[in-house]
């Protein structure tokens, strides 16, 4: 493949595809672009084009704003401790009813216990 705007570097890319450009610079990624940046419908995807002339490509995917909490530095720390917790065979609390009181405590159950 070879041609005017065709830029040759580095090894060979693990998927490869061609897309026509349509009216209004409009772009389909083929399906299994899409599958590798893991992107749909909706989602966003980052063009950056490098000093060397590399363009890369990097797909976003859309958080609805009710479940952002989720994606906060605090919430995905305490996921990782309950996943290094649950690898390293069980759980520094001696039931469930420990565990809620324990939640409580911090502040991250409401007031009926739901965590």
């Known amino acids: 493949m070879s041609g005017p705007g065709t830029y040759h570097h580095g090894p060979h890319p693990r998927v490869s595809a061609r897309a026509r450009l349509r009216p209004k610079a409009q772009l ?11 992107v749909g419908e ?11 002339g590399t363009i890369t490509v990097r797909g976003y995917v859309s958080v609805p704003s009710d479940q952002a909490w ?3 530095r605090q919430q995905q720390a305490g996921k990782q401790d309950a996943d290094d917790e649950i690898a390293a065979g069980g759980s520094k609390h001696a039931s469930t ?3 809620v009181t324990h939640l409580e405590a911090s502040g991250a ?5 739901d965590v």
Not at 28 to 38: G, M, Q
């Open 70 to 72: 989720f994606f906060t």
């Open 28 to 38: 389909t990624l083929p399906e299994e672009i899409r599958r590798a940046l893991h």
């Open 42 to 52: 909706g989602d966003e995807v980052e063009f950056a084009v490098q000093e060397d």
């Open 97 to 99: 009813s420990a565990k």
């Open 109 to 113: 159950a409401d007031a009926d216990g």
